[in-house]
């Protein structure tokens, strides 16, 4: 089993939608939690932290519920330039590593 | 800074050639990584190196040699190409707790 599991999209959005991505992770020590972005043929990069209380940062909102084991984002106000790849990712108690979800595709639309 | 670096971004390898991917990191990292990204199999793990001088398996490592040449490098080498290493291959670094940087990738073909 995945240690993280993510709906792989594509999600096709109008601009000024709202869009929400759910992620599930199979091990109850995972202790760190993170929402990366990719573009297109392009590094990973951390778009936010995820905080066991939930955290905001502009149009982006981070939630985690442990006692169901997912974490999700919400993307409020969709822009164009918010099109790109959004991976979940989980660190475990005690690891070095990171562990990544295979991403969730979203297109803007104008 | 220019965090991190790898080289080459592109190459072609025949099957059973060699090559060494290099990365090095500017950050003063202790952590730092090797991924490959496949479609449909996100970011896998090959190997890891938590300090200068340590190195570890992750979770696809069979095909693979890394060297932790000193507190900014860290290479990855495969030994024989195979078709299966197609791949675009990915470095990383991190300060633990901090988020994990990435380099631009190396996208391989091996023929």
């Known amino acids: 089993r995945k240690e993280v599991e993510q709906d792989p999209g594509p999600f096709n959005v109008p601009e000024g939608a709202t869009v929400a991505f759910n992620c599930t992770y199979s091990?109850?020590?995972?202790?760190?939690f993170f929402w990366y972005r990719q573009d297109c043929r392009k590094e990973p990069k951390l778009l936010m932290s995820?905080?066991?209380s939930g955290n905001e940062d502009g149009r982006f909102t981070a939630q985690l519920n442990r006692a169901s084991q997912y974490i999700s984002l919400l993307i409020r106000d969709s822009k164009l330039s918010d099109s790109a790849t959004y991976l979940c990712?989980?660190?475990?108690?005690?690891?070095?590593?990171?562990?990544f979800g295979t991403g969730t595709r979203l297109t803007v639309i104008p | 800074n220019a965090g991190v670096t790898q080289t080459p971004k592109f190459q072609v390898l025949k099957t059973g050639q060699s090559m060494t991917l290099q990365c090095a990191q500017d950050?003063?990292?202790?952590?730092m990584y090797w991924y490959r990204q496949d479609p449909g199999m996100g970011l896998r793990l090959i190997y890891y190196?938590?300090?200068?001088?340590?190195?570890d398996k992750g979770e696809v490592p069979n095909g693979y040699n890394v060297s932790r040449l000193n507190k900014r490098e860290f290479s990855l080498r495969l030994e024989s190409a195979a078709p299966s290493q197609t791949s675009v291959y990915f470095c990383?670094?991190?300060?633990?707790?901090?988020?994990?940087?990435f380099g631009p990738g190396t996208r391989l073909t091996v023929l």
């Open positions: 990712v989980v660190k475990l108690q005690g690891a070095n590593n990171l562990f």
């Open positions: 950050m003063n990292h202790n952590s």
């Open positions: 091990n109850s020590a995972s202790q760190s």
């Open positions: 995820v905080y066991s």
């Open positions: 990383a670094s991190r300060v633990l707790y901090n988020e994990q940087f």
């Open positions: 190196s938590a300090s200068e001088g340590t190195t």
